[in-house]
């Protein structure tokens, strides 16, 4: 699919680009019946060319976001503003080398602290490990299951993946019956309604 991106952007392009060849062919035959002086084309050719070098820059638009900026993060704060500073928080610490958060499929919510900070997790978009690795990825969806529900079972699974944290939020909650606190991993951060653990005793 990557591919198909690849080439449909340069195409719409390309065809957008040969769009005004066309539209100035069919054109050709009322127009050569009118009397119309070099003068007015080229006229006409100055007026076009700046009405669509103008018009995008005035138009007004319906513009959703405003302050709008390159920071990703950003609209975190107003639309999750738990999960921006628990991002925050989490990007601060030394020595993260992975991070346990809920498996909801692909361009979705989920695998958001991992996408924020680019702290390692288990399993982010299924499909995509199903498309990358075939086999195996259901486990790994399994056993995020299995590290939330499962209180025995979770510290021998952060071992597995070598997780050294464990998030839990709003999606968490959602997705799983969350008994993380039956386990005996280190609360080190819970701020609102977001919970952080630290597998070290």
């Keep these: 699919m990557n591919t198909v991106f690849k080439f449909y952007l340069p195409a719409w392009i390309i065809m957008g680009a040969s769009a005004f060849s066309m539209v100035s062919l069919m054109l050709e035959g009322p127009v050569s019946r009118m009397r119309i002086t070099k003068g007015m084309k080229d006229a006409a050719l100055i007026v076009a060319v700046g009405t669509l070098l103008v018009v995008p820059l005035v138009a ?11 920071d990703g993060l950003a609209y975190l704060d107003t639309a999750h503003p738990g999960d921006a500073r628990a991002v925050r928080y989490l990007q601060s610490l030394d020595g993260v ?4 958060e809920a498996e909801g499929g692909d361009y979705t919510y989920f695998a958001r602290v991992s996408s924020f900070t680019g702290i390692p997790t288990i399993i982010g978009m299924p499909f995509h490990e199903f498309m990358w690795r075939a086999d195996g990825w259901t486990d790994r969806a399994r056993d995020v299951r299995t590290i939330y529900e499962d209180p025995d079972q979770t510290r021998p699974l952060m071992d597995k993946y070598g997780m050294s944290h464990l998030y839990v939020g709003d999606p968490e909650r959602e997705r799983y019956m969350v008994r993380v606190d039956e386990t005996g991993l280190r609360l080190i951060y819970d701020q609102e309604g977001v919970r952080i653990y630290n597998i070290s005793s």
Excluded: E
């Excluded at 319906?62 to 390159?70: G, N, Q």
């Excluded at 080398?97 to 346990?100: A, D, E, L, Q, Y």
């Design 97 to 100: 080398s992975g991070i346990v």
């Design 60 to 70: 007004p638009l319906d513009y959703p976001y405003r302050d709008a900026t390159l």
